[in-house]
Nanobody, 121 residues
Framework: QVQLVESGGGLVQAGGSLRLSCAAS????????MGWYRQAPGKQRELVAA???????NYADSVKGRFTISRENAKNTVYLQMNSLKPEDTAVYYC???????????????WGQGTQVTVSS
């Protein structure tokens, strides 16, 4: 089985920083794309940032220039460095990864349990 475990959420004042981590574990043959999504109360889940296995990145317009996604392939881990946080960044942040559990299996989307990020004004 594959698990994604997130850490690093919390409460921070506007203008502050947080770093989220997400480690994949279990039966893993390969990991393709990894990313972070967020869901605020009453809103749909939205993509925040994504990174391919080769390191290409993609960001939501609302976080460009403030957030940085990175990954350590040897540790099956993806990070999200969040700077200049704003109250509108408050949400539950979810890690996502497209993983092939074995050489013979297709890839599947896996999700973490979510970590709360709260930015106070």
């Amino acid at each position: 089985q594959v698990q994604l475990v997130e850490s690093g959420g919390g409460l921070v004042q506007a203008g502050g920083s947080l770093r989220l981590s997400c480690a994949a574990s279990g039966s893993i043959f390969s990991i393709n794309g990894m990313g972070w999504y967020r869901q605020a109360p009453g809103k749909q889940r939205e993509l925040v940032a994504a990174i391919t296995s080769g390191g290409s990145t993609n960001y939501a317009d609302s976080v460009k220039g403030r957030f940085t996604i990175s990954r350590e392939n040897a540790k099956n881990t993806v990070y999200l460095q969040m700077n200049s946080l704003k109250p509108e960044d408050t949400a539950v942040y979810y890690c996502n990864a497209f993983i092939r559990p074995t050489m013979r299996s297709p890839g599947y989307d896996y999700w973490g349990q979510g970590t709360q990020v709260t930015v106070s004004s």
